[in-house]
Nanobody, 125 residues
Framework: QEQLVESGGGLVQTGDSLRLSCAASGRTFSGYTMGWFRQAPGKEREFVATISGTGRVTNYADSVKGRFTISRDNAENTVYLQMSSLKPEDSAVYYC??????????????????WGQGTQVTVSS
C-alpha cells in the first residue's frame, strides 16, 4: 500500500516562502494523481492543489493561485508544494494525498485513497 510522509512545515513570517515535500513509497507512484489539502483549527479541510501522474496537469484552489506551485519528481517518488508570499490565512496542517487514478476530476470532493499524517505550517502576522 502507498505511504505518504510530509515534511518541510514550520513557523514563518508573512511574505516568506516554504517548500513542503511528500515522499511516497508506492511502486507505481508515477501513475498516481497527487495533491495537497490543508486544515486550520475550527475549519473544514480544504483543497489546495493537485498534479497528474506525469506532472503535465495541475489544479489549484483560488486562494493559492499565483502563490503556490505543486510539482513532482517521479524518480524520487516525491511531490512538492512550493509556497510563496505566505499569509496568516495559510496557517494550517497540510496533508499530502494520493490516488491510483491517473487524474482526479473533482479533487475537492473525491475520496482520496491515501493520506499522509500532515505537517504544520504557521505564518505569523
Amino acid at each position: 500500500q502507498e505511504q505518504l510522509v510530509e515534511s518541510g512545515g514550520g513557523l514563518v513570517q508573512t511574505g516568506d516562502s516554504l517548500r513542503l515535500s511528500c515522499a511516497a513509497s508506492g511502486r507505481t507512484f508515477s501513475g498516481y494523481t497527487m495533491g495537497w489539502f490543508r486544515q486550520a483549527p475550527g475549519k473544514e479541510r480544504e483543497f489546495v492543489a493537485t498534479i497528474s501522474g506525469t506532472g503535465r496537469v495541475t489544479n489549484y484552489a483560488d486562494s493559492v493561485k499565483g502563490r503556490f506551485t505543486i510539482s513532482r519528481d517521479n524518480a524520487e517518488n516525491t511531490v512538492y508544494l512550493q509556497m510563496s508570499s505566505l499569509k496568516p490565512e495559510d496557517s494550517a496542517v497540510y496533508y499530502c494525498v494520493a490516488d491510483p487514478m491517473g487524474w482526479v476530476r473533482a479533487p475537492r470532493t473525491y475520496e482520496w485513497k491515501y493520506w499522509g499524517q500532515g505537517t504544520q505550517v504557521t505564518v505569523s502576522s
